[in-house]
């Protein structure tokens, strides 16, 4: 059994900072990609940041030059500086991972339970 485990969330002022971090636990072979995605009230999922076992990154353009994402092999952790913060970014961000159960499997998607992120004054 595979869980993710998000934290960091919580309330910020325009133009504050928050970082997000997400912890796999459980029995599994290896972690292929990463990310985060938020879903705003009355709106569909959408992505903010991915991250390859590798370190290669992509952003949501709405994102781009203010959040960073980076992992933490080693911990089995993925993590989202979040900086210049705008009440358009308020949301329940997800964390999302590609779990290999097994060498001869293939990547299984995962998700957290969500965090709250709410910016406004």
């Known amino acids: 059994q595979v869980q993710l485990v998000e934290s960091g969330g919580g309330l910020v002022q325009p133009g504050g900072s928050l970082r997000l971090s997400c912890a796999a636990s459980g029995t599994f072979f290896s972690i292929n990609a990463m990310g985060w995605y938020r879903q705003a009230p009355g709106k569909q999922r959408e992505l903010v940041a991915t991250i390859t076992s590798r370190g290669g990154t992509n952003y949501a353009d709405s994102v781009k030059g203010r959040f960073t994402i980076s992992r933490d092999n080693g911990k089995n952790t993925v993590y989202l500086q979040m900086n210049s913060l705008k009440a358009e970014d308020t949301a329940v961000y997800h964390c999302?991972?590609?779990?290999?159960?097994?060498?001869?499997?293939?990547?299984?998607?995962?998700w957290g339970q969500g965090t709250q992120v709410t910016v406004s004054s």
């Open positions: 999302n991972a590609g779990v290999r159960l097994y060498f001869v499997s293939g990547a299984n998607d995962y």
